[in-house]
């Protein structure tokens, strides 16, 4: 597998920078309600027990404040994640931020998460999380669109290509409507398609799998649906596929930068709503993307230090928002290169824990 390491361009290396990582995660309102959650879980606080967590500013502050870092060590992978699930399930990237990420992007809260920041880098259960995509464990998700039962079919949709040039038309298609729009209404704030990921289209998408979790995306999915159950199926990866990393913004302004696609219509008003800026927005052009990559992967800390905020580019006059990648995901723009197997695994969700269900 090929790949584009740009850790040492921009001065990330995990060996010795535990700090520099602890920065930008707290630059990040993912990062930030990330490690909220990692402190509350380990606060022996009633203000932190769920569902009550602190009902003021004040209240969070003292709760981070008061917890034991050491404690973190002791948490295993799954109580590190369920955290992160938490945090990934609360991202909205359509509207203003809550009200807990504006507490914590205030100094007296990011001063009580740094603890928590560098100590959680320091632990045994996210070492790998800055690591490229694992192509021996490959996972693809499906869930049913509705509270029936998944179809009897156990094959998932397959699709000669990606079809990402009807993507791109699409796109294109969206500006000239909402800059239609903008003329007539121009005091309208008009909602739409606000992610960067290339969807709709055929890429696949997938995570990789865990000890005792069928594929992360189970646990960790944006805005996700709720839903209790679950298709999982195995991916191949086929050949030395080329993968771009995404492990902090620097990498994401890159590739927007090397491929920009300008949105600044379709974009304007639920990238100002979540980021309380207008901007000249760009997102990647993934058919230009897919002439030099295969695939694209956003790395556990990508994920923890990109979304949601405003990433300025260098070679084009704007910037842009990585928004509905879910953490450790690959999309996959040349579908030659993977292949979902006919046989998937099915999940179940009770109160706690992802299991698989009887056959």
Known sequence: MKTTDLDAEVG?????????????????????FFCANLGYLC?????????YRPY??????????????AALAELSESDVLDPLGFATDWARYWQPPDEEDIWFATPQAVAALRPIASAMWA????????????TSCQRMVAHPYSADELPESA????????????????????????????????????GGEWWSIPSPSSALETSRARERLGALELLLEEDSSGCGE??????????????????????????????PLAVPESKRS???????????????????????????????LGYLTTPGIVIPLTHNR?????????????????TDCVYAEDEPVLWRRDDEHWTTAPS
Do not use: C, K
């Open 12 to 32: 990330v290396e995990r060996s010795d920078t535990t700090l520099d990582y602890a920065t930008l995660v707290l630059a990040s309102p993912r990062g930030r």
């Open 43 to 51: 606060s022996a606080d009633e203000r932190a027990a769920n569902p």
């Open 56 to 69: 003021t500013l004040a209240d969070a502050v003292e709760v981070l404040q008061g917890v034991d870092v």
């Open 123 to 134: 632990s045994a259960a996210t070492q790998w999380w800055s690591d490229g995509v694992d």
């Open 155 to 190: 094959l998932p949709y397959r699709s000669g290509s990606a079809g990402l040039e009807l993507w791109r038309a699409h796109v294109l298609e969206d500006e000239e409507r909402y800059r239609a729009w903008r003329i007539e209404r121009p005091d309208n704030r008009i």
């Open 230 to 259: 679950a298709r999982v199926w195995p991916v191949t990866v086929r050949g030395n596929p080329r993968v771009y990393e995404i492990r902090n913004p620097a990498d994401w302004a890159r590739l927007v930068d090397t491929y």
């Open 270 to 300: 639920d990238w100002f709503e979540t980021t309380g800026e207008y901007r000249d927005w760009f997102i990647p052009d993934w058919v230009a993307v897919a002439n030099d990559f295969d695939a694209v992967h956003l790395t556990m």
């Open 318 to 334: 704007g910037a842009t928002v990585l928004a509905g990648w879910n953490p450790d995901t690959t999309w996959w723009l040349n």
